[in-house]
Each structure stands twice: as structure tokens, then as C-alpha cells.
């Protein structure tokens, strides 16, 4: 009876790599938001995507980020090129499409 | 652009005692209002909600109340206990869309002491 799992937890990039952060959902949930927490900052919603097709994403950056959520598999946000303004904690919910959220313990990534 | 506003970023208060967290919104468009918990190190957890047809939602020791003129709403926890020491964001959204997404403030800081 897992909740919603985020991998890795901490994860530590260099500027101008590229960071994966995967979200594995609850079971029978199949909807997913990623939400970014900066520091001393309320979450902030990113990107919300069904499986296989992405529904919102009017709060991603333009460039540099992108999020899935294939068929099979967790979801992914991926981020090229990380600049130190990424380094953030990365929230990862799940629900069957109500109000009902579970949140995952979140990545925190940070970049030096 | 915040939509969403907590303008203390902490509070202390002694166990046993009433603690009342504060939120406003900007958005009159919002029509449902949430309360999350969060420990360190640790995603945000539910506590309660509110729709906008109602002005009060109680669940044990929380209560949530909503002034819609006043685009206000307040979280009660009594009494208040020291494993209540946290972080509580007040989120809100917009049924009348489909995606449920939420708009958080910046947080709250509580802490109880014993």
C-alpha cells in the first residue's frame, strides 16, 4: 500500500547537467502534478499530466524543462542544462482526479 | 502575483492552547480551499477543506472557517499539541476547471510549546 514515490530524495548536479526526477504514483491513482518549492516559498504548480499525455502545463518553464508520464512507468521531470536557480525541492501528488491529493516526499535537488 | 497569502511566517503558541492560522486570497475566482501540514524533509499532507458554499468545516480538533467577502479564511487547532509543530500552507483552486491545481501561500510556522 505505497504512497506516492519520488527517487532519488537528494540529488546533486552540476550546472549545465541535466537532472531526472521520477514520480511513481499511487496505485489506481493516474493523475500526477509536480509542484516546485523554492526556498522560503509556497509550492508552485508546474505541470499536471494523465498517463501518456500532458493535460496542464502553464506553470513550466519554457525552456529547459519537460515532463511525461508514459504508459507504462513512473513520470519524469527532466531538467537540461540546471543553473543554480533550479535548486529547489521538486513535490511530486497524485489523485484519481478530485481534490484528493497525496504528495510524495519530494527531491531535492541542488546545484552547484 | 501572489494569490495566495500567509502573512505570518510564524507562530508560537503553548500546548493546550488555541492556535489560529491566517490566509488571504486575491482570486475571487477561487471556490475551494484546502490546509496542508508539512514536517521537515517531508511531503505536505492533507488536513481539511473547505468549498465555498459552506463557512465552516470542522474535523476534531480543526476547524476551518471562510469569509468570503473578506477573501479570508482561518485554520483553529484546539487544543494545540507539540507534535502540531509545523509548516501549514493554505492552498486554493478553481472547480470550474478540471485539473484540481492548487495555489499555496508561502507557509506558516507553527510551534507548540509544551
Known amino acids: 500500500n505505497a504512497g506516492v514515490m519520488q527517487n532519488p530524495r537528494h540529488l546533486v548536479r552540476r550546472r549545465g547537467q541535466e537532472a531526472r526526477l521520477r514520480c511513481s504514483p499511487m496505485k489506481g491513482h493516474s493523475h500526477v502534478y509536480w509542484y516546485r518549492q523554492l526556498p522560503e516559498e509556497g509550492l508552485k504548480f508546474m505541470v499536471y499530466l494523465q498517463k501518456e499525455n500532458i493535460i496542464d502545463e502553464s506553470g513550466m518553464p519554457k525552456e529547459r524543462f519537460s515532463a511525461e508520464f508514459p504508459k507504462e512507468g513512473p513520470s519524469i521531470l527532466r531538467i537540461q542544462q540546471v543553473v543554480r536557480g533550479d535548486s529547489a525541492a521538486y513535490f511530486c501528488?497524485?489523485?484519481?482526479?478530485?481534490?484528493?491529493?497525496?504528495f510524495g516526499s519530494g527531491t531535492r535537488l541542488t546545484v552547484v | 502575483d501572489q494569490q495566495v497569502k500567509q502573512n505570518s511566517p510564524s507562530l508560537s503558541v503553548q500546548e493546550g492552547r488555541i492556535s489560529i492560522l491566517n490566509c488571504d486570497y486575491t482570486?475571487?475566482?477561487?471556490?475551494?480551499f484546502l490546509w496542508y501540514k508539512k514536517y521537515p524533509a517531508e511531503g505536505p499532507t492533507f488536513l481539511i477543506s473547505i468549498s465555498s458554499i459552506k463557512d465552516k468545516n470542522e474535523d476534531g480538533r480543526f476547524t476551518v472557517f471562510l469569509n468570503k467577502s473578506a477573501k479570508h479564511l482561518s485554520l483553529h487547532i484546539v487544543p494545540s499539541q507539540p507534535g502540531d509543530s509545523a509548516v501549514y500552507f493554505c492552498a486554493a483552486s478553481y472547480s470550474g476547471g478540471s485539473n484540481y491545481k492548487l495555489t499555496f501561500g508561502k507557509g506558516t510556522l507553527l510551534t507548540v510549546n509544551p
Open positions: 482570486n475571487s475566482m477561487f471556490d475551494y
Open positions: 501528488a497524485s489523485n484519481k482526479g478530485n481534490y484528493g491529493y497525496t
